[in-house]
């Protein structure tokens, strides 16, 4: 079965900080993976999208990187800031044309 | 480019009665995906779609849900004869290609209660 998992479901962190949010999806056989980061009750807001081929993708202060044989991705936010605090969401197209997302992790950067 | 569009934003509807929810793709985009979070839970796929054509609905309730997407208008949703399990907030992504190949874009979501 195809699945991904997010560890922690929760994270509290001091703000300037730097912190790692972690992904693991269960085949390796994957097209895409997507990030998005969800603020209570908003829609998704896309942050970075990997391609199968590729090793990472940044976008100002954050970095997403994917390790296929491992079966892992992480989002690396660098100095977090309160305005990073939402849930961010991890998902996977398995090549069927739909995403498999993780439940998430809840993160709250403490002023 | 004004995004995807969802509409209504909150949806409340009794037990028995329809609901209808609206997804206007963004601007170049013929991909439509609609997606049901439960509360406390992830997002799960129910239906991906093209204009005209459903092509995979593998994650749709068998009975009570249909989906469309007309070679004119949004794309809906409808849910009938509501219960409250239904209640949860429905979530519709559009793409240029399919979200195999390209970046999927979500839309702000319809919540829906049903009372």
């Known amino acids: 079965k195809q699945e991904v998992t997010q560890i922690p479901a929760a994270l509290s962190v001091p703000e300037g900080e730097n912190l790692v949010l972690n992904c693991s999806f269960t085949d390796s056989a994957i097209y895409n993976l997507q990030w998005f980061r969800q603020d209570p009750g908003k829609g998704l807001t896309s942050l970075l999208l990997?391609?199968?081929?590729?090793r990472e993708q940044t976008s100002g202060r954050l970095n997403a990187s994917l390790d296929k044989s491992s079966g892992r991705s992480t989002l690396y936010i660098a100095a977090s800031q309160p305005g990073d605090s939402a849930t961010y969401l991890c998902a996977v197209s398995f090549g069927n044309e739909k995403l498999t997302f993780g439940t998430g992790t809840r993160l709250t950067i403490i002023p | 480019n004004a995004g995807v569009m969802q509409n209504p934003r909150h949806l409340v509807r009794r037990r028995g009665q329809e609901a209808r929810l609206r997804c206007s793709p963004m601007?170049?985009?013929?991909?439509v995906y609609w997606y049901r979070q439960l509360p406390e839970e992830g997002l799960k796929f129910m239906v991906y779609?093209?204009?005209?054509?459903?092509?995979?609905e593998s994650g749709m309730p068998k009975e009570r849900f249909s989906a469309e997407f007309p070679k004119e208008g949004p794309s809906i949703l409808r849910i009938q004869q509501v219960v409250r399990g239904d209640s949860a907030a429905y979530f519709c992504?559009?793409?240029?290609?399919?979200?195999?190949?390209?970046?999927?874009?979500f839309g702000q979501g319809t919540r829906l209660t049903v009372v």
């Open positions: 601007k170049g985009h013929s991909h």
């Open positions: 992504a559009s793409s240029t290609s399919g979200t195999g190949n390209t970046e999927a874009f």
């Open positions: 990997i391609q199968s081929s590729q």
């Open positions: 779609l093209q204009k005209e054509n459903i092509i995979d």
